[in-house]
């Protein structure tokens, strides 16, 4: 958490930046561990004060402001972390200030609970060695059916396992994958290699409906309240999961197996026995 649905409701959720200056970049005053910088916050302020935003995109899970200078600030949330323009659910979690010039919301912040998150200022050429096609798959929203089976066709890992690998394909996570094999039908354990054609377009069909309808309902808030929108409002899509941490309650698709919740690579995955045989 947070993943693709997540991350793409925070970047829409700052959309208005654009065309703003960037003022001042500060710490926030937070008494945790310090977030991971690069570089550090004073080194970042002397390379984009008084730089213009000119676009806010996604890359897998994570926002990226760009400038016009070139550079772009990424905001990776990994456990915890919120980019936000409201006031944030609490102080003591703030760990960046960034002042904007104009009109509206005077600030982006990066709050994060935890503190695993990260903040990095990179060059186009940094851009491209960090998350270029060698590092990070295509998007789960851009990617074809086709492209999909053929990044995993011949892999021997367990699909569930397979759809987390950020190389092969970004932005699926742990809860997103769950929800995507039982819409698609497809058992969890089953191995990428003994998948036919038709699975993999049920995969891809489903993965587009899942991602597209999270994201319509601004991702999944979680019984931990953590993940908000840029105006720190709960998502509504966890009252939509399918399986997700469902385990022993009643399938939503065939309404006559319970959930069950396996381990898979350290992780929870949930499944229903009836429909992803
Ligand atoms: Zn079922």
Redesign the pocket.
Known sequence: MPELPEVETMRRGILSIVGRRIEDLRLARCAKRPIEMTPGAAAMRRRVLGCKIVAVDRVGKRVVVRVDSGDAIIFEPRMTGLVLLAAPPSEEHLRLRIKLSGRGNRELLFWDRRGLGLVRLVTPAEFEKRYGGAKLGPDALKISAGELQARLADNRREIKVALLDQRVLAGVGNLYASEIL?LAGVHPRRRCDRLGADAWKRIHAAMLKVLRLAIRHEGSTLGDGTYRNALNQAGSFQNHHRVYDRAGES???????K?ERIVQSQRSTFF?????K
């Not at 399938?251 to 197996?257: K, N, T």
């Open positions: 039982h399938c939503r698709g065939c309404r006559r197996e959930v229903c026995p009836g429909c992803q």
